[in-house]
């Protein structure tokens, strides 16, 4: 029988790729490491880990077991969470990935009304775009993942379709110009009109989404610089160093001195969401919390 620590040693394990690094990681030793992954082999009946020198690798049982041992994992924590609150013996326990202009806009205000909801319940935020908030999700590592795809985007519906996919809001891109530029006194601007600027693009799936809608637009945009860091784009663009467009909701959260915001057309917009896994959309902190992400978007 499949024991749950057996299996997040494991995952450490192959994650770390050690037996001391995995110790280090799970706050043990590397003889307990290796005693668990010796009982994990006893009980499956079969190799899991291939040592070789100092190197160690999985051998193909070892991947199908960490492959499913995200959601296996996931499933033990929504019955814990759901059987505890039950039981009242604690009000819950959330962790949370989000995006940096999601956290900075959308989650201090659920947050903030979540906590005078509910005083007991815990949250704890961790920062990373998608996809990899969206694969911390599914391994097991965070309860819910704050991502967004563009309209039009490959993949579509099917990107999210093992996943509880609760919509908050369409956020749509503007243009940035710095203060001086020729269209800066315009209301809108459209793509084609900016393709022999410089450029300074976001993370990369927006500097992707950038490439797209310019190059069907018929350019190919000069990226002369690239940062995830919204208040150093809206910097960048102050300083007359290039142009950029950014989500609406990004600037926020970010006063956009010596530039000038322009309406985009075509229009390009982007859709966030609040993503769980089945099982722990029904464990109630869980729940309040996407409750209070949705209110979080009204305005």
């Known amino acids: 029988m499949l024991e749950a620590r057996h299996l997040r040693v494991l995952r450490a394990v192959a994650t770390t790729g050690s037996f001391s690094a995995a110790g280090r990681a799970l706050g043990c030793t590397q003889p307990a490491v290796s005693q668990q992954i010796k009982a994990l082999e006893a009980s499956v009946g079969t190799p899991l880990l291939v040592r070789s020198g100092r190197e160690m690798r999985l051998t193909e049982a070892g991947e199908a077991l960490v492959r499913h041992a995200g959601g296996i994992l996931a499933g033990l924590t929504a019955a814990e969470e759901e059987v505890a ?24 205000t659920a947050l903030a009304a979540l906590r005078a909801a509910h005083p007991g319940t815990r949250v704890f935020l961790e920062e990373a775009e998608p996809p990899k908030s969206v694969e911390l999700l599914r391994q097991g590592d965070c309860d819910i993942a704050l991502a967004f795809r563009y309209e039009g985007a490959p993949g579509g519906a099917e990107e999210w379709d093992d996943l509880v996919v609760r919509p908050l809001l369409t956020d749509r891109l503007v243009g940035l110009v710095p203060e001086r530029h020729r ?58 160093l290039g142009v950029a467009v950014l989500p609406q909701l990004a600037l926020e959260a970010v006063r956009p001195r010596h530039a000038r915001v322009l309406t985009l057309e075509p229009a390009v917009r982007r859709e966030i969401v609040a993503l769980t896994l089945p099982d722990l959309a029904q464990v109630p902190a869980v729940a309040a919390t996407l409750d209070q992400l949705a209110h979080a978007t009204v305005r």
């Open 85 to 108: 609150a039950i039981a009242g013996l604690r009000a819950g326990r959330v962790r949370l990935v989000s995006f940096p202009s999601g956290s900075s806009t959308l989650v201090p």
């Open 183 to 240: 269209l800066a006194g315009a209301e809108s601007v459209g793509i084609g009109e900016l393709a022999a600027e410089p450029w300074i693009a976001g993370c990369p799936r927006c500097r992707g989404q950038l490439v797209e809608v310019c190059e069907s637009a018929g350019f190919t945009p000069r990226i002369d610089f690239a940062t995830d860091d919204y208040p150093a784009v809206v910097g960048l663009v102050g300083a007359g």
